[in-house]
């Protein structure tokens, strides 16, 4: 089931403090951005976190589900986005204080991603 129009404005609303937040569709789900960077999925109007090494263990203790994941070529792909805590859903603060420490993930992917400069 493709994300809906009233949860994917609930969500724009209430992470809006990160930054400037948009809402993509893509493959079935949603991708949610700060500035360009994804942070977050939606899939069924379940909201995905992204998770690294630095906040994963948050994701453990609030007993989150394991990452969205898929299967290729036989093998399960792993995508580091998580589901964020329910409760969230009804806590303004606790989501964005989930949400942003997701772009800190997402940011932090995305360097090591882009090639050094050259000098």
């Not at 994701?59 to 290729?72: D, G, I, N, V």
């Not at 993930?105 to 090639?115: I, T």
Request: aromatic share 10%; glycine share 6%.
């Amino acid at each position: 089931m493709p994300t809906t129009d009233s949860f994917a404005a609930f969500l724009c609303e209430e992470l809006a403090p990160l930054g400037h937040v948009t809402l993509r569709r893509m493959f079935g789900k949603a991708g949610i951005f700060c500035d360009g960077v994804m942070f977050g999925l939606v899939s069924d109007d379940l909201l995905y976190l992204r998770v690294d090494d630095d906040n994963r263990e948050a994701f453990h203790e609030a007993a989150s589900r394991p990452p969205l994941s898929y299967e290729k070529n036989g093998a399960r792909i792993d995508l580091a986005f998580w589901q964020a805590p329910e409760r969230l859903m009804d806590d303004p603060e606790g989501l964005l204080a989930w949400a942003r420490s997701a772009l800190g993930a997402a940011r932090r992917v995305a360097a090591k991603r882009r090639p050094a400069r050259r000098r």
